[in-house]
């Protein structure tokens, strides 16, 4: 007890803001990596997007009147220093605004089943910078492509305090490096293994983001505090420490009882948000999500409760109920409307074994609503750590009949990945990019590149949060016929959802006709907001 009511203190004291300094550290270290992915993301995608412009105007070749429409891209954009078009071996027939250029190997050799999109490097370089080179692939199998300046990656190195012992380095796939940014000055106590080190990933492109910092720069926005500190915890370091371990045990103990309880007294309810065809005003399904209903009435968002359930496995069981209560709430109405949808959400967990297989089979297996019914959904905001056991339990339940979508697509871990290996069937898009849809924002443009991916790629899409009328519009322009929102409905208990899909089905209403004709004569500015506008 002496030992801890004397030396104690300082050491936590000392660790603590150690701790403190290197984790600022990092914090600075990973937002800096991630502005640099989201800077080469935005770069990456205005240059496809152009791109993608010019193969849309039709057949691009090198006569002159086609160089004009490749220098005005290069005109238009801050970012790109030339477009040309290249041979199937590479080499570029032209290029603006330097003319002609055959000689010159831009690309490697094309081979068949290259990626529609490809990034690469050039030879040009500007302060640790390299240039990129993003090319198309056009029906003929040449290649459009463009040079992207150096400029398009220089971004504030960080704080002042870490400047002179801090390097980012922005790669391309495993090996390539696309920019080195600062300088590595470690002391020499220091070894390559005690660097704070933070690494960022793209979830749309191979790009990978690794800052370093010396953790003896980052103890210089402590050192001051160092003294002061450990006065302080010499008087409170204990007492701190006890209620801390109090705090933490007592309410884990006591959500434990009360989710065990709920979970029994089926408290853990379903709601239903219907999914509408946003052309004929159909319902194509439902999604189901968790609501919590206490004994008193009050209902507790997912937001307060879904991360304990998962972290404590307590998911499961509550996931199980919940699909036994879809049979109990919409049996009826899925047996004589067999073409209608119902998704379940799962999480990262669920695909760990088999046993999620096995509980879908054993509740809709044979029952009103048939496993063709049944669509799981996936979220890509946590990480499937065995992609390959995935995919096996993916790949049965498609045989099984069930579909699999693909859930906050852009926003999480998998991006492509998730789309190219685990063989989804179906796409939905996040409400962050439905919300600017209209806008002349790069965030507008990522939803046009997720309807694009999904459409080559022979997948359904659905758009999720969709708020406005605008959006309505500009998601039919985008060809997408699926949509869900609040502007039709928000989550609904068993027998809301019911009297709604009755309405719908026999024509008594059409949410869509009703927003038609609720804006058709109205100009954007003076369009209703979303809560007048909501079909309640």
């Known amino acids: 007890m002496a030992l801890i009511f004397s030396l104690g203190p300082l050491i936590v004291a000392n660790y603590v803001l150690e701790n403190f300094a290197h984790q600022q550290a990092a ?58 078009i290249a041979a199937t071996t590479g080499e570029a027939m032209c290029i603006v605004p330097s003319g002609s250029s055959r000689s010159k190997t831009m690309l490697p050799p094309y081979e068949e089943g290259d990626p529609l999109i490809g990034i690469g490097m050039g030879d040009g370089s500007y302060e640790g910078i390299k240039s990129a080179v993003i090319s198309l692939r056009l029906e003929n199998n040449w290649r459009l492509f463009a040079t992207v300046s150096p400029l398009a990656l220089r971004l504030d190195p960080g704080p002042s305090y870490l400047r002179s012992s801090m390097r980012s380095v922005l790669r391309l796939g495993p090996e390539t490096v696309w920019a080195t940014i600062g300088q590595l000055k470690p002391s020499e106590a220091r070894q390559i ?24 720069a980052a103890m210089q926005l402590v050192t001051r505090l160092q003294i002061i500190t450990a006065i302080v915890c010499v008087a409170g370091a204990v007492l701190f420490l006890l209620i801390a371990v109090w705090i933490s045990w007592q309410p884990d103990s006591e959500t434990e009882d009360e989710f065990v309880s709920a979970i029994r007294n089926n408290e853990f309810i379903p ?78 967990g669920h695909f760990k074994n088999r046993q999620i297989i096995e509980d879908v089979q054993d509740i809709y297996g044979d029952s009103p609503i048939a496993l063709e019914q049944v669509v799981l959904e996936v979220t890509e905001r946590q990480p499937l750590h065995d992609i390959n056991a995935a995919k096996k339990i993916i790949a049965e339940f498609q045989s099984m009949g069930v579909r699999i979508a693909l ?42 590149a997720i309807v694009e991916l999904a459409e ?8 999720e949060g969709v708020e406005t009328y605008d959006q309505i519009l500009h998601l039919r322009r985008l060809g997408v016929t699926a949509a869900q929102g609040y502007i039709f409905a928000a989550p609904l208990p068993a027998e809301e959802f019911l009297k709604l899909a009755n309405d719908l089905e026999e024509g008594r209403r059409n949410v869509v006709a009703e927003l038609d004709r609720r804006y058709q004569n109205q100009t954007p500015d003076a369009q209703e907001t979303v809560e007048d506008a909501a079909v309640s």
């Open 271 to 348: 709601y239903y948000q219907p999914v509408i065809d946003i052309e004929t005003g159909v319902l194509q399904g439902c999604e189901v999500l968790m609501r919590w209903r206490r004994p008193s009435g009050e209902m507790v968002s997912p937001g307060q409760f879904m991360t304990y359930a998962e972290t404590s496995g307590h998911i499961f069981e509550m996931t199980r109920r919940l699909m036994v209560q879809t049979l109990d709430d919409l049996g009826d109405l899925y047996e004589k409307t067999p073409d209608l949808k119902i998704s379940i959400n799962l999480f990262a």
């Open 27 to 84: 914090d600075e270290a990973r937002a800096i990596g991630n502005r640099m992915i989201t800077r080469a993301e935005l770069t990456i995608n205005e240059v496809v997007l152009g791109l993608q412009g010019l193969k849309s105007d039709g057949d691009v070749t090198c006569r002159r009147s086609h160089l004009v429409r490749l220098n005005e891209l290069v005109e238009a954009s801050a970012y790109i220093e030339g477009v040309g």
């Open 193 to 216: 293994n005690d660097l704070i080190t933070q690494t960022s990933l793209s979830s749309w492109y191979p790009v990978s983001v690794t800052v370093e910092v010396d953790p003896d």
């Open 456 to 463: 080559n790629l022979g997948m359904g899409i659905i758009a």
């Open 407 to 448: 859930d906050d697509v852009g926003t999480g871990h998998g991006g492509l990945a998730y789309l190219q290996k685990l063989g989804m069937d179906i796409v939905k898009i996040d409400k962050m990019f439905v919300d600017p849809l209209g806008q002349e924002t790069s965030t507008a443009r990522i939803a046009d």
